[in-house]
């Protein structure tokens, strides 16, 4: 469909689209087209930097290794309640670490919300209202991460500071 799109000339669906297969199986190709179609209409929120390969390869593996980390966990402490009376406090303390690096895997390891801005000149503002300073416009298809919502503006990341935008101008990538 991304292909489609963006032969009629539809560029922020074919975003989309891209940025939907990217989510659902990370790949450096599709990556790598996104950045060009980016770059072809001047768009923010597409790097193409190290940090962007090495995090598609963390998002291309998170959840296989997410599920063999839950799986050791659930062995080991079924291991540990059928050996209570063998198992010492060193074994417990060790499996409460591990569940506390598992924990913390999940939660900064786990892939970001991210948000194609659907309409053309989309004013990015400072706070969620209206009456907040403007900080500038978004066109259509700019990528941004998702930090919140707040009643009908989501946060976003802009240029490392938080900025709002309405929530009918964002297309949320899940």
């Known amino acids: 469909m991304a292909y489609v799109q963006e032969g009629l000339g539809h560029y922020p669906a074919a975003l989309y689209y891209l940025s939907v297969a990217q989510a659902w199986q990370p790949q450096y190709s599709t990556w790598r087209k996104m950045v ?101 416009t978004a066109a259509a298809g700019d990528r941004f991460e998702v930090r919140g919502q707040q009643d009908i503006w989501f946060r976003v990341q802009w240029q490392g500071r938080d900025a709002y935008i309405r929530r009918p101008d964002l297309l949320l990538v899940e």
């Open 36 to 136: 060009a179609v980016a770059q072809e209409h001047r768009l923010t929120g597409y790097p193409d930097t190290w940090r962007q390969n090495l995090a598609i390869t963390i998002q291309r593996y998170y959840y296989r290794l997410l599920q063999a980390l839950l799986l050791l966990a659930v062995v080991v402490g079924i291991l540990l309640l059928l050996r209570r009376r063998t198992a010492d406090r060193a074994w417990w303390a060790t499996y409460a670490v591990y569940l506390l690096l598992v924990g913390l895997f999940l939660n900064l390891l786990a892939p970001g919300r991210v948000g194609l801005v659907a309409r053309p000149r989309v004013p990015l503002m400072a706070g969620p209202s209206a009456g907040s300073a403007w900080l500038t």
